[in-house]
């Protein structure tokens, strides 16, 4: 994990992810730069180190609720300061706006692969709600699109109907 109280950053682009990731590391400055196993220690909330430092150190997301334990420790503990409260807002702030922009770049990817999605005819079968020969009579006929990779048929996940639509024809 590198040096003690040292942690890396990681690479992330400019956005709420990567402001709150550096408001993390001023707060773990500004904190004395403990080790991840002695913010461990202060912490009540039962985080692994590992979590802790992934929180200072990856590309994911630390949760909310260690966001704000790690605050909480290392801005100071005892009656809420306005400067603990501030830093505890920006973050907030700053956690929630990465977290929606997360939600949609994984809506974003889904509806990707939604589109590029490719089925066995097996899985096409039971998508369709009908036996893999009712599946590979339709290739045949050529009502549904399919090509090979390799030596197996792949079929477009998009050109396949649900039980209750109609073939197009």
């Known amino acids: 994990m590198g040096r003690p109280g040292h942690l890396r950053m990681p690479d992330l682009p ?3 992810h990567h402001d709150l990731n550096r408001l993390l590391h001023e707060i773990h400055l500004r904190g004395g730069a403990p080790t991840c196993r002695e913010i461990e ?3 009540d909330h039962g985080f692994s180190r590992s979590t802790i430092w992934d929180a200072f150190s990856t590309s994911r997301l630390p949760s909310w609720d260690l966001v704000e334990a790690l605050v909480e420790v290392l801005v100071g ?3 809420k300061t306005d400067r603990q409260e501030e830093f505890r807002r920006s973050a907030q702030e700053l956690w929630f706006e990465a977290a929606a922009r997360e939600r949609e770049v994984v809506q974003e990817m889904v509806a990707v ?3 590029v999605a ?3 005819p097996a899985e096409a079968a039971v998508r ?4 893999k020969a009712t599946v590979y009579r339709l290739l045949r006929q050529g009502e549904l699109p399919a090509f090979r990779i390799g ?3 792949r079929i477009p996940a998009q050109a396949v109907p649900s039980p209750e639509e109609p073939m197009a024809s």
């Open 128 to 131: 369709m709600g009908v036996s």
């Open 77 to 79: 503990k005892g009656p």
């Open 14 to 16: 400019d956005g709420p």
């Open 151 to 153: 030596s197996g048929l």
């Open 113 to 115: 692969l939604d589109e």
């Open 41 to 43: 220690r202060r912490l």
């Open 118 to 120: 490719l089925l066995t």
